[in-house]
């Protein structure tokens, strides 16, 4: 079965601190997908970025980057100098092959607080 | 803008009452999704559509849920006689509906907050 775990419920930084959000993942495919959601205050699920899982690399983007390790079956999110304008809840999913997106389930979210 | 849209974005309604949201999927996504989100939880699937076709309910879609999109474009989800339990963010979200990395992405609307009094 499906599940998406992300243990830190909230963190709270400084802006231009560096902050890390874990999420594990469990799965029988061999063939899934993973993404980051942001969900600002206004309500809307932004999407991020989708990985593969054969593609392992980790990737950049501005201050964000993402760390896939399927050894331990994590897809880790980074945001280095952060913003005020991060502050957000942050959702991890995972998606099976051959569902189209249908099955894609969601983590419990982390709260990300920026205090200026 | 082109995004999925939801509407209305907010609505407070007495227990009891019936209410329904309309969606507006990405123009080129034929398929269509209704998920709930409570508060301090993520979005939890309710049910999807590939084109008209509904082909797929959660258990959490009571008898009282009824999801629609009868020309595979628009949908509505409509609830009957609302519970106080039944407060919450219906999102909707569309995609390409395919398998692979593309249609494995599904964007979401803005969601309708539903607060049942």
């Known amino acids: 079965a499906q599940k998406v775990t992300q243990a830190q419920t909230e963190i709270s930084v400084v802006e231009k601190e560096d902050v890390t959000l874990d999420c594990v993942y469990e799965?029988?495919?061999?063939?899934?997908?993973l993404f980051w959601y942001k969900q600002p205050p206004s309500g809307e699920l932004v999407f991020l970025i989708r990985?593969?899982?054969?593609?392992?690399q980790n990737e950049i983007s501005g201050r964000y980057s993402w760390n896939f390790q399927k050894s331990t079956s994590s897809f880790n999110f980074t945001i280095t100098a952060s913003q005020v304008v991060d502050s957000a809840v942050y959702f991890c999913a995972l998606s099976e092959d051959g569902t189209g997106g249908f099955k894609t389930i969601f983590g419990a979210g982390t709260r990300l607080f920026v205090k200026a | 803008d082109t995004g999925v849209s939801q509407d209305p974005r907010h609505k407070i309604t007495k227990r009891g009452q019936n209410v329904t949201f309309r969606c507006d999927p990405i123009s080129e996504h034929n398929r269509l999704y209704w998920y709930r989100q409570t508060l301090g939880q993520g979005p939890e699937f309710l049910t999807y559509?590939?084109?008209?076709?509904?082909?797929?309910k959660s258990r959490l879609l009571s008898d009282r849920f009824s999801a629609e999109r009868p020309k595979g474009s628009f949908s509505t989800l409509e609830i009957q006689r609302t519970e106080q339990g039944d407060s919450a963010m219906y999102l909707c979200?569309?995609?390409?509906?395919?398998?692979?990395?593309?249609?494995?992405?599904?964007?979401f609307g803005e969601g309708s907050w539903l607060t049942v009094v």
């Open positions: 799965t029988r495919d061999t063939t899934y997908y």
């Open positions: 979200a569309s995609s390409l509906g395919m398998t692979g990395i593309s249609g494995n992405t599904i964007y």
């Open positions: 990985r593969n899982s054969f593609d392992e």
């Open positions: 559509f590939q084109n008209e076709a509904q082909l797929e």
